[in-house]
């Protein structure tokens, strides 16, 4: 596909600095683009490839205008303007509809006339698929799965039993929804593993990345709110719930019964205990340690950032000592006649 840059302007509310007539095929990076491209930048650090692109037009905000060479869409958030006019560059390509031959698809099991069902899927008693929804090949939907408009699932995903998935969610490839969650009770035998009876609800404009797991639910539902971002194999526990439009990044770990507010970004490796709750418009840093429950907005981190070897050693080392530390102060403290009001406070 191709636009004018004016015609982009109006559409997506842009100032425009340029001719209006320049065509637009494709998008770019600053440092590939060339004639017919189009691309962004959101940070003053790209200064010198903004200064030395070949696009026919960059989009970005009003303090960069002046070092842009070349047409310019001035936007207040870059970024997401890029994304959006990438997107109407570069639509996904959509699959016929239909039913492959090698797909098998349970006698009560309802499709919509439009929707696209691939290669050896197969597709349980009782599903119901709305329309447009793609379904790769191998994908496996649990009896009584149900898909809303315009869902995409791309290969070897697998939905567990009653799994609902709203509309326009996009999962990626070997994601699996509604498997059993880690749960079990012990005894003096063993483990007595905890029927799973819950499912798990995804609400409209998801999307659930590659190799990542979604548990249902042990008694109620794991639930997923709209516009929620899970990066690629991360891990959601039982019961977890996850507010509208937080973004998760890959290899995050979430445990049982976690609930996560709205809009909240957690970073790549983090570990969230289970039975705790983040309020809305967290920000976890990567490799945090959640162990207890965060209810101020804000940013929070939990790792100490890398350092060289010998200085790292030297650090851990301290650390270890920090508690001996402590009490020896606390006994000048003491024989100096000073009061210690963290003490105070620690020992209420």
């Known amino acids: 596909m191709s636009a004018s840059l004016g015609e982009l302007a109006v559409r997506y ?72 006019i990438a997107t109407e560059l570069h639509p996904e390509p959509r699959e016929a509809p239909g039913v492959d031959s090698t797909a098998w698809v349970a006698a009560d099991a309802q499709v919509d006339a439009s929707a696209h069902i691939g290669p050896f899927a197969s597709i349980g008693s009782g599903v119901r698929i709305g329309a447009r929804c793609s379904i790769g090949p191998h994908c496996v939907l649990g009896a009584g799965a149900v898909l809303a408009d315009d869902v995409t699932l791309a290969a070897r995903v697998v939905l567990g039993r009653a799994v609902q998935l709203g509309a326009r969610v996009i999962v990626q490839p070997g994601a699996v929804i509604g498997g059993d969650g880690f749960g079990y009770a012990r005894d003096a035998t063993g483990w007595v593993k905890v029927p799973q009876l819950g499912t798990v609800l995804v609400a409209e404009d998801v999307e659930i990345g590659a190799n990542t797991t979604i548990d249902r639910g042990a008694l109620g539902d794991t639930v997923i709110e709209a516009g929620v971002k899970l990066d690629n194999q991360i891990q959601v526990g039982h019961n977890v719930r996850i507010g509208a439009h937080t973004a998760i990044a890959a290899c995050t770990g ?84 000073v009061q210690n009001t963290q003490e105070d406070e620690e020992h209420g």
């Open 254 to 337: 979430i445990s049982g019964s976690t609930t996560i507010g709205k809009r909240c970004m957690i970073g790549g490796g983090t570990g969230i205990a289970g039975h705790i709750t983040l309020g809305d418009d967290i920000v976890i840093t990567g490799f945090g340690m959640i162990t207890r429950s965060l209810d101020k907005p804000g940013l929070y981190s939990s790792v100490i950032p890398v350092e060289e070897a010998r200085s790292w050693r030297r650090i851990v080392a301290r650390l270890k000592r920090i508690d001996s530390m402590a009490t020896r102060l606390t006994r000048v403290e003491r024989a100096a006649g």
């Open 13 to 84: 509310g842009c100032e425009l600095r340029g001719d209006p007539d320049v065509q637009i095929l494709a998008a770019a990076t600053l440092e590939a683009a060339g004639a017919g491209n189009i691309c962004f930048v959101a940070s003053a650090q790209y200064r010198d490839q903004l200064r030395a692109t070949k696009a026919s037009a960059v989009i970005l905000d009003r303090k960069l205008a002046g070092e842009c060479s070349v047409a310019a869409l001035i936007s207040s958030n870059p970024h997401a303007t890029f994304a959006r």
